[in-house]
């Protein structure tokens, strides 16, 4: 680390100039990602997806695009048997297929008693509309339109359907990422103000916004060479302007620390690299080593997460490594004014309760696992996938034809229908009278309409009683997978449920393999830094503890709803998006240990001096404890803004990563961790020689450990 502030140092024009001209590029990249992104969340290996885009492509609507559920209440007088509501409901279709490309299934279409209620005065069809569910509000108003005009006066229509619930859980209005990003860094500055108490807060926010800017020139390069989703730009603003604030800050706090312990500038710098500057080094490559690993699972969109992800703490890492020494030799003196704060001493606050904790570790360590105990607990009942509709707010008219359906036998499945595929050659009849036998399925049809057979295949509906959200519908979907396997080959299943399915699938059976890799890696890594096993293992335990109270406190907010209406007018979601865990799992790893790698390796570091736990726990808690709350309060700032971009989905990510900082940064520094180190005491710092050698421990290293060894024993005799 010397020689590389060395070379800064002595090229400073040349580093400046370097970051000047990527950052200028940068911001010109910035207004142009956002448009080669793509908002693909598709699994196109997945037998469900492949079903469901021929659907789509062949008829232009449909596949996994959940249909609207027109519930119909007819006049006094009429019945679903009366003439004019045939033909209206027919002509409906035909106009709404020719004009706005939606395939609609009614009674009319097929003759299915079961779509209507039994005094035949209400009944329930469903349209399909084309592609994605853009203008959402658009096709809700045409389709309803269109089914007034056409059917007898004084006809009511209601329109049901899970994306016409899901449009009723909305997040507020927003500026857009850069509005966010400004108001976050505006919200670090006071922070960092309160750390430095002089203009030198700014330097940190001169790294992060150098470091987000370089970071969307790379991610500009990455979608040359692949697909990357659009996500990717709300996580490199605002998780960007935290990590980058984080390391900066280490690195600058220790340069001042150094500095009031009478080194001159220079020298600072040098001392602050050996210390801070390894420290950041090791926690930007555990935070990269978490993201990087969401690049094993065989999902396109999550592996680009993945690939642009891991740029945050690389670029963070090397821009805060070469910039921030020529920034402190440069203009750093120049920026100690006001100097508020006289010197850099250990916290009296911290070290007191470093004390509490040493003395007292087991009531320490009972305290914090009972509060985080509830907490993981919460996280085993998590719903992944599409909520269910009893989860779902439903106001107004769409609530209205809830109620109908519910009233009048006909089940909410329908809303959730399979849609089978048939090639040419099999008789789609038959098909459908198959699956409608099946357990689980309300009712089957294939209208022998233009809408429903083209290029020579056919689409069979199939309606479930349950919802295929539910684990009763989810059952049927298989029944139904199945049933079709039987059939003459060809025959596909596509629908939101099978997709589901298979992308819980595709998501999850690799996770274990996912973990494996991230904590076999992260264990070297952490070994090797801390110079102990003992230590890696006891930050990966709590580090894992901690991400599943996150999980636990995710749960409770938003699928439990404890919080979310109060916090957001959101109400409960009733589950959690597939790639919401992963996401946040991956970041939360990487991103809470850094807090531990701030503060084990200051402990290692006051172990090595004074060859005492105690004195450890209590000057690397006191030294670091200020600067952790610090940098968690700054990155929490960021999940902040994160959580009010209007897309729910990033509104719970952001309460996952948010609830896990704040956990980690507190029940697990101040309790936990200091507990376990005074209760192993000595141990803790245990490495076997064989595993120092793996590690590339040098032998200067290992020299002044057995110095200071020898030290301690001749003290203790």
Do not use: C
Request: glycine share 10%; proline share 5%; no cysteine.
């Amino acid at each position: 680390m010397r020689r590389l502030s060395t070379f800064v140092l002595k090229h400073k024009l040349m580093v400046i100039l370097f970051w000047l001209a990527a950052t200028i590029g940068g911001g010109m990249a910035s207004s142009v990602v956002p448009d080669r992104l793509v908002d693909d969340y598709s699994f196109p290996d997945e037998p469900s997806y492949q079903a469901s885009a021929a659907i789509t492509r062949t008829y232009g609507n449909g596949g996994a695009t959940e249909p609207l559920a027109p519930v119909i209440v007819l006049p006094s007088g009429t019945t679903a048997d009366s003439p004019a509501v045939s033909q209206g409901l027919r002509s409906a279709a035909a106009e709404l297929s020719a004009s706005a490309r939606i395939r609609m299934l009614s009674y009319a279409d097929t003759g299915d008693r079961r779509l209507v209620s039994s005094d035949g005065t209400t009944m329930v069809a469903l349209a399909f509309p084309p592609g994605s569910w853009g203008g959402k509000g658009k096709i809700e108003k045409t389709v309803s339109d269109v089914l007034q005009r056409a059917l007898p006066s004084g006809s009511k229509v209601d329109l049901a359907g899970l994306g016409v619930l899901e449009d009723q859980i909305e997040g507020g209005a927003s500026g857009g990422v850069v509005a966010e990003t400004l108001i976050g860094g505006l919200g670090a500055l006071i922070v960092l103000a309160w750390v430095f108490g002089s203009l030198l807060a700014l330097l940190p926010l001169i790294i992060a916004a150098v470091s987000i800017l370089v970071t969307f020139l790379m991610v500009l390069g990455l979608t040359q060479i692949t697909d990357i989703n659009s996500t990717i730009q709300y996580l490199v603003a605002l998780i960007g302007l935290g990590v980058a604030v984080d390391y900066s800050l280490l690195l600058v706090k220790r340069w001042r620390e150094e500095r009031s312990a009478g080194a001159d500038p220079e020298e600072a710098i040098h001392r602050a690299m050996r210390t801070a500057g390894r420290t950041v080094v090791f926690s930007g490559l555990t935070v990269a080593v978490s993201l990087g690993t969401m690049m094993v699972l065989p999902v396109p969109y999550i592996r680009s997460i993945g690939y642009g992800s891991m740029l945050i703490p690389l670029v963070s890492t090397v821009v805060t490594l070469t910039l921030v020494p020529v920034l402190l030799r440069t203009i750093g003196m120049r920026l100690e004014w006001p100097r508020l704060h006289k010197s850099e001493s250990v916290g009296k606050v911290w070290t007191r309760w470093a004390g509490v904790v040493t003395r007292h570790p087991v009531i320490a360590l009972v305290v914090g696992l009972l509060i985080l105990a509830p907490l993981t607990a919460a996280a085993f009942t998590i719903k992944l996938g599409d909520p269910p509709s009893s989860s779902l707010p439903a106001n107004g008219s769409a609530g209205e034809a809830l109620a109908r359906l519910d009233s009048n036998g006909i089940p909410r499945g329908v809303m959730t229908p399979i849609e089978v595929l048939v090639p040419r050659g099999t008789d789609p009849q038959s098909v459908a009278n198959r699956l409608g036998n099946v357990p689980g399925v309300f009712t089957a049809s294939a209208p022998d309409l233009p809408e429903w057979r083209r290029d020579g295949t056919a689409l069979v509906e199939v309606l479930p009683v349950a919802e295929t959200s539910t684990p009763d519908g989810e059952t049927t979907v298989r029944l139904v997978r199945d049933a079709v396997a039987e059939l003459p080959p060809g025959v596909q299943v596509g629908g939101r449920g099978a997709l589901t399915l298979d992308a819980a699938e595709a998501l999850y059976d690799q996770v274990p393999i996912m973990i494996i890799v991230v904590l076999v890696l992260t264990f070297i890594l952490l070994a090797r830094v801390f110079r102990s096993v003992l230590l890696a293992l006891q930050a990966i335990v709590l580090n894992a503890i901690s991400i599943g109270a996150a999980f636990g406190l995710l749960v409770l907010i938003w699928q439990e709803g404890h919080g979310s209406g109060l916090i957001w007018g959101i109400d409960a979601t009733g589950a959690i998006a597939l790639w919401v865990p992963l996401v946040v799992l991956a970041f939360l790893f990487g991103l809470s240990m850094d807090y531990e790698v701030f503060l084990l390796s200051r402990m290692r570091e006051e172990y090595d001096v004074s060859g005492s736990t105690h004195a450890a726990i209590s000057t690397g808690l006191g030294r670091v404890g200020r600067l952790v709350t610090s940098a968690a309060l700054i990155l929490f700032l960021a999940f902040v803004m994160l959580a009010a971009l209007p897309v729910v989905d990033l509104k719970i990510a952001a309460t996952g990563l948010g609830a896990g900082i704040l956990l980690d940064a507190t029940i697990l520094r101040a309790l936990l961790v200091p507990a376990l180190v005074a209760l192993t005491g000595e141990r803790t710092w245990w490495m076997p020689k064989w595993l120092g050698k793996v590690l590339f421990i040098s032998a200067r290293e290992t020299a002044v450990h057995r110095r200071l060894d020898q030290e301690r024993e001749r003290a203790q005799r």
